[in-house]
């Protein structure tokens, strides 16, 4: 099993709202990642977690802010987003431990609008 | 330095037709090679894989080969669908730093009936 699961699937928010969007995965792997994704371009990398701790941050602006609670949950809180994060934020997860473990695995994506 | 090059788009085929999108990449040592696919509406799908020269990585009627000498990893598959349309993305993961992802612009293909 490759599973990845996000939620909410869409999400839709002012620009003084706080939301988080969630992902999951139990596969065991120990790296996760946010990308973000606009409208017909590829992914994006935001953040990277390896063993639950933030390893790689892509100079991503304070109102995105990570949050790996245990090795199977990444959640990415949103705080005074502008209209120009609307985008597509997927989740993504990649087995550390294992060989190589070189394939990351993606979620369906939460489809975000800010308006 | 690491990167993708993919064929442009749209693709636009008849069903049953033989595709072929173009991917070669730049890259240190030996890479890992990915296509993923997005539908329309989802997130992106492991189409398929090959971590070494000459490794053809095969799924749903997909193929590609690893060709080291020409640094290529070109999408094929012999007869299209309608359910095949979906945007493509060819990626490489470096051989140290696998947390880097890189990818292609991505190829749109659309298949008609």
């Known amino acids: 099993d490759t599973e990845v699961t996000q939620t909410p699937k869409h999400l839709v928010m002012g620009m003084t709202n706080k939301k988080s969007l969630k992902c999951e995965q139990h596969?065991?792997?120990?790296?996760m990642y946010w990308y973000k994704q606009k409208a017909k371009k590829p992914p994006e990398l935001m953040f990277v977690y390896s063993y639950e701790k933030l390893s790689i941050n892509e100079s991503v602006p304070s109102r995105f802010s990570p949050e790996c609670p245990n090795s199977s949950l990444l959640n990415l809180h949103l705080h005074a987003l502008q209209p120009e994060d609307s985008a597509l934020y997927l989740c993504?997860?990649?087995?550390?431990?294992?060989?190589?473990?070189?394939?990351?695995?993606f979620g369906p994506g939460t489809r975000l609008l800010v308006l | 330095g690491n990167s993708v090059t993919q064929m442009e788009g749209p693709v636009t085929l008849s069903e049953e037709a033989f595709l072929t999108i173009n991917c070669t990449y730049t890259a240190t040592g030996y890479p890992s090679l990915f296509w993923y696919v997005q539908y329309p509406g989802e997130g992106l799908q492991l189409l398929l894989k090959?971590?070494?020269?000459?490794d053809k990585g095969s799924n749903k009627g997909f193929e590609a080969t690893y060709r080291k000498e020409t640094t290529s990893f070109h999408l094929e598959k012999g007869s299209v669908q309608v359910s095949d349309s979906a945007v493509y993305f060819c990626a490489l993961t470096p051989q140290t730093g696998a947390n880097n992802l890189f990818f292609g612009t991505g190829t749109r293909l659309t298949v008609i009936p």
């Open positions: 090959a971590t070494k020269a000459d």
């Open positions: 993504a997860s990649r087995d550390w431990t294992s060989g190589r473990g070189e394939t990351q695995y």
């Open positions: 596969m065991g792997h120990r790296a």
